[in-house]
């Protein structure tokens, strides 16, 4: 068996696409890699994968007692492991691997997938932010070796922390698949339904958009959404699925007619992003209506398969997506750009530098 890296997540690990994607990389390189993840209650049994998983049960669904329970089983269920390397996902992690990995002498890896502290539901809580932002203070400048999605955020953490990270993006494993459509036509939102993903005005838009829009996903703005569909009398338009595996979830956008990827700027995370279901999009091979942000324009200047919007009113968002649904010479253009587009975007390319730099960290 290959050195041992542990992975550590807040999510439930059978929906957790990027980490499927990662581990099974690394294991496919020869690494004895073990995911380590949270149990909500009602989750299904782990779906088998290519490396080994461990998820720990949680007594908490909201609030701070979900994070503190978590990292304090987290914490001693690494206190008994052995290990190479262990690698922090994102900052709500991080106290156990970097207590850990200082007590035991074991190299520390942070996976920075997004800018933690500067998301929206962070960000607008002052009490809040000012935890974690201490938190981030204390742990990343002692992370020196690490990633994340897109060289805008590792700047970030350059500037903050004079740390260098790597850019390892998050995107599809590039497979071929026939031409599928539904045999209606619907708009779909993958991932989780988080605060500043503009439900506020994507759910209101659709009172003017003649298809339905299914949403695949859960998370803390879900209570609001569901309100916010019966507050326009949307219930037979926006229709809320839950979270599926994400081999089924791949089946189903490559029959949705348009993908949706829209974030509020509130708090500079979200203006940062390159969020995996852009990619997702991509290689499902469907146009995308997307934030007018940084990391998105650069790709689409080079490939364009989404229309890119600077005003999320929903009467804009409405009249975009009529406009891709009626406007076929376009939509047929974006949808074959999508073919190129993922011959030079997908997970293949990013596997390679993602072992590599594993490689580097051990040498």
Known sequence: MGK???????????YDQRMIRICSSLAGAGYDVLLVGRKPAGSIPLIPQPFRQKRLRSLFSTGLLQYAFFNTQLLFFLLFQKADIICAIDLDTILPCFCISRLKGIKRVYDAHELFCEMKEIVTRPLIYKCWKKIEQLTVPSFTSGYSVNGIITKEFEKMYGVQYEVIRNIAVLED????????????????????????????????????????????????????????GLEQKV???????????????????IGVTLFDDTGISN??????????YIHAGIPQLCADYPAYKEINNLYET?????????????????EMLSNKAMYNRLAANCGPARQAFNWQQEASKLIALYKKILA
């Open 239 to 257: 229709i809320f699925k839950g979270k599926i595996p994400p081999h089924e979830l791949k089946l189903v956008t490559r029959t949705a007619t």
């Open 306 to 322: 989404a229309v890119l919007v600077k005003d999320l009113s929903p009467e804009n968002i409405a009249s975009q997506l009529n």
């Open 177 to 232: 698949f026939p031409p599928q459509k539904a045999a209606s036509p619907f708009i779909i939102y993958q991932g989780a339904v988080n605060e500043g993903r503009s439900f506020e005005t994507l759910i209101p838009a659709m009172q003017w958009v003649n298809i339905p829009l299914l949403i695949y996903g859960d998370g803390n703005f879900m209570d609001t959404a569901r309100s916010l569909v019966k507050q326009y």
């Open 4 to 14: 041992k890296i542990i992975f550590t997540v807040f999510n439930d690990t059978n």
């Open 271 to 280: 203006y940062y992003s390159l969020s995996n279901r852009f990619f997702d």
